[in-house]
């Protein structure tokens, strides 16, 4: 028996770390779930998990300054892949923290609340420096269709 081809879809968003951009991130994600027929509560997770990205690009690569960025999107078979590149700061995720919230807010302490939200969201996420210092993030997520 013949295996049929997956059909593979791809979408790309271009943009600068600049003001509304997380907005224009999360619109782009919702778009092209619907465009991809992915179910709504995968959609939410890749949402978040990309807003938290951006955020840190935006936060980290770039210390608050304006910076390329690049969103794919790329759906094959039941497995949605989206890479974050930016060409700012890399991240060496050994010096992450872990979030410490406790019960005293005074003592609560909230770096690499992102990074964990990426990590609950997505089935899998990896950070690497390509070539020409792009650092790139890539998230996957198993959808199903609506």
Known sequence: MEKSKERVRSFTWSGETGSG???ELSAFVEQTCKKLHVDEKSCCHVQLAVGEAGANTREHAYGG??????LEMVK???????????????IDLDQVPRPQV???????????????????????????TKSG???QVTMRKRVSAN
Do not use: C, Q
């Open 76 to 90: 094959s078979g039941h497995t949605l892949e989206i890479r974050l590149t930016d060409w700012g700061k890399s």
């Open 102 to 128: 406790g019960p005293d807010l005074e003592e609560t302490k909230l770096d690499g609340l992102g990074v964990m939200i990426m990590r609950k969201a997505m089935d899998e996420i990896t950070f690497e």
């Open 65 to 70: 300054e304006t910076g390329r960025v690049r």
């Open 133 to 135: 210092g792009a650092n």
């Open 21 to 23: 951009f997380l907005e």
